[in-house]
């Protein structure tokens, strides 16, 4: 690869980190399950996907509280129950967000970690080019 490619994808993976660390903050403290389900009544994108491809990088720090995964994936959409940016069923979208490795953190703290193959509900917002969890561990049920 040209370091024109390699710096391509670091200012991209930054760029990812950036976007998790100013929508994740709020996920971090454990969540309820009532407050789930108010966090999912709320989620502008609501729609159905089955995961393409998805990736895990270890980072040293993404926000402020130490998330030090940084998850992404390419996702298909296979339902819409309600969208605000627009998005239709067989498009094809990148899911970005953060999630901590220690063990000890309170459950209903982050979103799962997607398998590809595997169709999930999810309850997202847009942020720029990439979406975004808002429900913590209530985000992607199978």
């Known amino acids: 690869m040209t370091t024109k490619t390699n710096t391509y994808k670091l200012v991209s993976l930054l760029s990812v980190a950036m976007i998790i660390a100013t929508f994740t903050s709020a ?7 009532s407050t789930g389900k108010i966090m999912q009544e709320n989620a502008p994108e609501k729609i159905g996907f089955l995961v393409l491809e998805s990736q895990t990088v270890l980072v040293e720090k993404v926000d402020l509280v130490n998330d030090n995964i940084l998850v992404t994936a390419k996702v298909r959409v296979t339902s819409v129950s309600n969208t605000k940016s627009g998005l239709k069923v067989g498009q094809v979208i990148e899911i970005s967000y953060g999630r901590h490795t220690e063990e000890g953190r309170p459950p209903g703290s982050w979103p799962r970690l997607v398998e590809v193959g595997i169709k999930y509900k999810s309850y997202m917002k847009a942020a720029g080019k990439h979406y975004v969890p ?8 199978k």
């Open 134 to 141: 808002v429900a913590a561990s209530y985000s992607f049920i």
């Open 27 to 33: 996920l971090q403290a454990a969540t309820a399950p």
